[in-house]
């Protein structure tokens, strides 16, 4: 197959998700998947007629709603609101929505129904509502949802303050990584009891396998966490496959209970599709590298638009969508937007981007790249990089999925290697933001997917004895449960050439400042007007109840420095 630097003219054009594969979309559904009727956007309520909607009779609450609750999409004036009906008790009617400023519900601020045409299969009956217009800023609710006498649990949702708006902090819990079946969510039951503001969540909310493919190569420890997919395959393939993960790691009541605590505020990384998913030029087609049906066209187009709307029936996040208005083959690259940016008022910016949707293939071997090599997508770079221009605001923060500085581990290249999937395989379209915030400070970058906690420096270059500016610090989340490297092979730090102990992988990478890829947990990231703080959490994952918790670091980045200064206990 022809690269694209091997020659850039045999590109189909690369934004075109659908134009030239219209065979395709007919024959997989492709079409309906990408229009109104297929993507499960949120929705208004209605004033009902009959007040006793509201009113909860029955305690089956976990029957009816399995998945319980969750908010995410804030904006200043409002949330989106989600639950989930169990089909086999849902026989009609509407689902009611109440929002008060405490659980008593005494205070009303909004209530409403949702009609029985927005409640079907074609969505998993799932429903997300929007509030926007009707909430106060800077503001917290509780909110619950009522089916035929049924209450879910409530959940409590924030807004964001108003733009230009004082504020003094803002905190997230920042999580990644949570294979199902390596693991138990013991670090939400901490997230849920944490004092922040919002949750941050960079991707791999559900693992796309069911045979334990990302696991130990020991074998799963956790029996009662195997699954099995509807269509009988080890790797998802169908929409059935997609809502069955998500249905199912949405069960689990450590997760539930922080999703109920805290606005999600969601990306996506690979493994919502398939892993290491990039696009193909030449097929003008996704391609899954590690995938049985990863190179046929027709597989991937089919697969990767069940992956998507599972992922937005799902996750309650304010994506930009516009269908094709005459129902054909259009062009989703266009009218697809996950990213997004949210602010908290004149303290912070958080910009999300999407880094799989538009990205190239990696580079074949090491860290080769080609001057014209994205991830982003060039409309996307260019909103990416407006974003950060001139910012209006103290911090500036980046939501970024993979690791932006390069990483070598036992001294041969090999980590970087690796690691060819991150940003170190897209060196000269990283160059390109390097350039735009050098002579700044108060840049952060939040990261996950490599499964490890670490902090470092981004810098002009990485080129041993080179005079290069910082011109950020990047604060990496460890996985929830998913395999970091200490757990690939047991006894890794054993082996001297593959050594991942804090003081050999800083050694060797000068940049780097923290470094711990032997545990699973969650990261709180605080900002205020003097420091951006970030703290790492090890929690257990052997552990379904009562998980226990520590400490690793604390890191602190002072307000006009790029600097990482240690917290002492």
């Given at each position: ?11 189909i ?18 079409v ?55 089909p ?149 393939h ?56 990863g ?12 992956g ?94 993979v ?21 170190d ?11 735009q915030?050098?002579?700044?400070s ?12 670490m ?56 940049h ?23 703290t ?13 918790k ?20």
């Open positions: 197959m022809a690269s694209r630097d091997d020659n850039d003219e045999r590109r054009g690369r934004r075109t998700f659908l134009q030239g594969t219209s065979t395709i979309a007919t024959a997989s559904g492709l309906s998947v990408l229009t109104n009727r297929g993507l499960a956007l949120p929705v208004d309520t209605v004033q009902p007629a009959d007040s006793s909607v509201f009113t909860a009779t029955t305690e089956r609450t976990e029957s009816v709603f399995p998945q319980s609750v969750a908010s995410g999409g804030p904006t200043p004036a409002g949330v989106l609101l989600w639950t989930r009906i169990a086999e008790t849902y026989h009609g009617g509407p689902v009611a929505v109440a929002v008060g400023r405490d659980d008593s519900f005494s205070d009303p601020v909004h209530r409403g129904i949702i009609e029985p045409a927005e409640i079907t299969a074609d969505h998993d009956h799932t429903v997300t509502i929007d509030l926007d217009g009707e909430l106060s800023p800077d503001s917290e609710y509780a909110y619950r949802f009522v089916y035929d006498g049924t209450a879910s649990r409530v959940g409590r949702c924030r807004t964001l303050p108003e733009p230009r708006a004082s504020t003094d902090s803002v905190r997230f819990a920042v999580l990644t990584c949570q294979d199902y079946q390596n693991g138990y969510y013991g670090a939400y039951s901490h997230v849920a009891e944490e004092n922040v503001d919002f949750l941050v969540h960079l991707g791999d909310f559900i693992y796309e396998s069911a045979d334990g493919q990302y696991g130990p190569p020991v074998g799963s420890e956790y029996p009662d966490r195997d699954l099995e997919l509807p269509s009988g395959h080890d790797l998802a169908t929409l059935a496959d997609y809502r069955y993960l998500y249905n199912t790691y949405r069960s689990d009541p450590h997760l539930q209970r922080a999703l109920e605590r805290h606005t999600l505020l969601a990306g996506w990384d690979d493994h919502e599709v398939a892993d290491n998913r990039y696009w193909d030029d030449e097929t003008d087609s996704p391609r899954f590298p590690s995938h049985p049906e190179d046929d066209p027709d597989a991937t187009t089919r697969i990767t638009a069940a998507i709307q599972a992922w937005v029936e799902q996750m309650p996040a304010r994506i930009e969508y516009e269908p094709a208005e005459d129902g054909t083959a259009d062009d989703l690259h266009e009218r697809f937007r996950l990213q997004r940016r949210f602010r908290f008022g004149d303290l912070a910016t958080l910009v999300l981007t999407d880094e799989r949707l538009f990205r190239d293939p990696p580079p074949a071997y090491g860290n080769g790249d080609a001057p014209d090599r994205t991830m982003l997508g060039d409309e996307q770079l260019q909103w990416f990089l407006d974003a950060i221009d001139a910012p209006e605001t103290t911090w500036t923060v980046w939501a970024n999925e690791l932006t500085m390069p990483l070598e581990i036992g001294g041969t290249g090999i980590g970087s290697y690796l690691n060819r999937d991150a940003w395989g897209y060196r000269n379209e990283y160059a390109t933001i390097v350039r915030l050098a002579g700044g108060n840049f952060i970058t939040l990261t996950g997917d490599f499964h490890t906690a902090a470092g420096y981004q810098r002009t270059g990485y080129e041993p004895f080179g005079d290069h500016e910082r011109v950020g610090v990047e604060f990496m989340t460890p996985a929830v449960t998913s395999m970091n490297l200490a757990e690939i092979v047991p006894g890794i730090d054993d082996l001297g050439w593959f050594d991942i102990t804090e003081r050999a992988v800083t050694t060797l990478n000068p780097i400042e923290f470094f711990d890829s032997t545990v699973w947990g969650y990261t709180v990231v605080e900002f205020t007007d003097d420091a951006c703080t970030y790492a959490y090890s929690v257990d994952k052997s552990v379904n109840d009562s998980a226990a520590r400490r690793l670091e604390t890191l602190r980045v002072p307000e006009g420095e790029v600097a990482i200064r240690t917290v002492d206990d």
